[in-house]
């Protein structure tokens, strides 16, 4: 029965989770953690982690993660684990395959349409919003700790982002390179 809720739930984040990996996050995370408790909210921030250091799209190796670990949560079978990995991130990949099969036939017929040019003006703000509920996930407990739990960890961490952010949008830094010296400063002041 959990395989058949975990190709349901990932078949359906697949199908609703516009804006890429990143926008699908919060889908996962919703799904995972607060309806079906398959893991905690600091193991999915692991599996976000992890999934943003390995190559590949962040959407599909969050997937391949969750549906590892729920599967091996549940039944405490490696083996278990890796099947739920394999339907999940394939249940996550269908919809987008099928979807791209028929879309692309359409679209070269009428990508010029009014209605075609509609429907994409009114997915940019939702893609939006799925963009910036996935920022706001990862803003929390487990990655910059708490004024009332730690003060010194959490202005540490305000300022590390602060600094990272400032210098790729104002100062045109490389993004890589601010990833490395931002966990460069965590690895000296933590």
């Excluded at 999915?44 to 190559?55: E, H, K, L, R, Y």
């Excluded at 990655?143 to 305000?158: A, D, H, K, L, W």
């Amino acid at each position: 029965m959990l395989y058949v809720v975990l190709f349901y739930t990932f078949f359906t984040i697949g199908l609703f989770g516009f804006g890429g990996g990143y926008g699908m996050l919060s889908l996962i995370q919703h799904d995972v953690v607060k309806v079906h408790h398959w893991l905690s909210s600091a193991e999915f921030t692991d599996i976000v982690a992890i999934s943003q250091m390995t190559p590949g799209p962040i959407g599909i190796n969050s997937a391949t993660y969750c549906g590892y670990t729920a599967v091996n949560n549940a039944t405490g079978s490696m083996l278990c684990g890796v099947a739920g990995s394999l339907l999940a991130t394939f249940a996550l990949v269908l919809p987008s395959f099928v979807l791209m099969i028929i879309i692309s036939k359409m679209f070269l017929k009428h990508m010029k349409s009014s209605v075609v040019q509609d429907v994409f003006k009114c997915l940019r703000p939702a893609v939006v919003g799925l963009l910036a509920a996935a920022t706001l996930m990862l803003c929390n407990e487990e990655n910059f700790s708490s004024p009332q739990e730690s003060p010194y960890r959490f202005g540490i961490s305000v300022a590390i982002f602060a600094v990272t952010f400032l210098g790729v949008k104002t100062m045109h830094i490389n993004p890589i390179k601010m990833i490395g010296c931002a966990a460069l400063a965590g690895l000296i002041l933590f």
